[in-house]
């Protein structure tokens, strides 16, 4: 069974900065990508964005528009790990993240992934 254990999330003021974290609990499934997915309070019916995933062979990147610039993905290979870090928080940014991974990454844009986190709550306050 595969989990994966988010944290990070908080409260800040617009400006402020906060690092999510994500932890593959098992160390027999190896994705190929990891990536963090976002969805705004209040809209439970929309699909979740994709704000950034990374190729964890090759450390390959991508961002969304919204958050190219201040957003920063990274991954520790051997400890199955996942990081977010958020600089420059604004408002529109308040949503749940949702951490997840995939071993077949070809449409992680489309949020087709293999496992899922149960999100963690960002919230910026203007």
């Known amino acids: 069974q595969v989990h994966l254990v988010e944290s990070g999330g908080g409260s800040v003021q617009t400006g402020g900065s906060l690092r999510l974290s994500c932890e593959v609990s098992?160390?027999?499934?190896?994705?190929?990508?990891m990536g963090w997915f976002r969805q705004a309070p209040g809209s439970p019916g929309e699909k979740r964005e994709g704000v950034a995933v990374i190729f964890t062979g090759n450390g390959l990147t991508y961002y969304a528009d919204s958050v190219k610039g201040r957003f920063t993905i990274s991954r520790d290979v051997p400890e199955n790990t996942v990081y977010l870090q958020m600089n420059s928080l604004k408002p529109e940014d308040t949503a749940m993240y949702y951490c997840?991974?995939?071993?077949?990454?070809?449409?992680?844009?489309?949020?087709?992934?293999?496992?899922w986190g149960k999100g963690t709550l960002v919230n910026i306050s203007s």
């Open positions: 098992t160390k027999t499934y190896w994705p190929n990508c």
């Open positions: 997840a991974v995939a071993r077949r990454c070809g449409y992680w844009s489309r949020g087709d992934m293999d496992y």
